[in-house]
């Protein structure tokens, strides 16, 4: 049964599974951060070792400012209410994305959780917050071109070049998920999941259980992962 070294999860359908309770949509968010900690859990036990969850997005912006101030608070919610527990498990924190353009409060709460968190040897939970992977893939060519400038030509390969990338030493996606019924990769991690596989559960992102997650990686367990090739048992 194929392994899944890295799951990235899409976190959508919060402002639905809230509006069909009759709640404002930040309540949703709330239940999503808590939903956090549960399929950080239950990812680490099932075996998962990066866990890259899609918090917020460089197109988010473009929500109401009410919302963004929300959602630019639940990093704290989270660490203040999980990080022991995190800790505990031996969690190790990370985020991508840009990190400069977040309230200085949120970035400061997200690099605290990473430098206590930076000798855990756990389950790698990443944190993709005002990410977006197009911007991602454009500063990582600045960056290598600053390099080519400074003098430090080398011959660059796919490997050398993930590596200017935010996700850096994170090896690539196995597995996709998205919540919520829509069927869309919404500028996420394009370099790296160039042969993941892909799921799309209708369930939102606050009705994702532990039960849900353990349904999906079965069912990645049985997909038959080719990358370009031919399968051995086809190859007679
Ligand atoms: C998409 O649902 C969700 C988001 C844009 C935010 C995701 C954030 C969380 C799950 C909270 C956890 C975050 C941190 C930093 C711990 P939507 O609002 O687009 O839902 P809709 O499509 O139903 O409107």
Redesign the pocket.
């Known amino acids: 049964m194929g392994e899944c070294r890295h799951l990235a999860i899409i976190?959508?359908?919060?402002?639905?599974?809230a509006?069909a309770q009759g709640k404002p949509?930040t309540m949703?968010?709330l239940a999503?951060?808590d939903?956090?900690r549960n399929i950080a859990i239950a990812a680490n036990e099932a075996g998962v070792k990066y866990l890259t969850?899609?918090?917020?997005?460089t197109e988010?912006w473009k929500?109401s400012e009410e919302?963004v101030g929300y959602?630019m608070k639940?990093?704290a919610?989270?660490f203040q209410k999980y990080m022991k527990e995190f800790m505990e498990r031996g969690f190790r924190i990370r985020t991508i994305g840009e990190l400069s353009r977040l309230p200085a409060a949120t970035a400061k709460v997200l690099t605290d959780a990473a430098e206590e968190s930076k000798n855990n040897t756990g389950l790698n939970l990443i944190?993709a917050?005002n990410y977006g992977s197009r911007r991602e893939i454009l500063l990582a060519a600045k960056h290598y071109a600053q390099d080519v400038l400074a003098g430090r030509p080398e011959d660059l390969d796919e490997e050398g070049f993930s590596r200017y990338l935010m996700t850096e030493d994170i090896p690539d996606v196995d597995f996709l998920v998205r919540t919520?019924g829509?069927q869309r990769i919404s500028n996420y991690l394009l370099w790296q999941i160039a042969y993941a596989e892909l799921m799309f559960v209708p369930e939102?992102?606050p009705e994702f259980t532990p039960e849900v997650l353990n349904r999906c990686l079965q069912a990645f367990g049985k997909r038959d992962r080719r990358y370009g090739g031919v399968h051995e048992s086809a190859e007679s």
């Open positions: 976190m959508d359908g919060n402002g639905r599974w509006k949509r949703g968010h999503g951060a939903n956090v969850l899609y918090a917020f997005s988010n929500r919302e959602l639940l990093p919610y989270l944190i917050i919520s829509e939102s992102w």
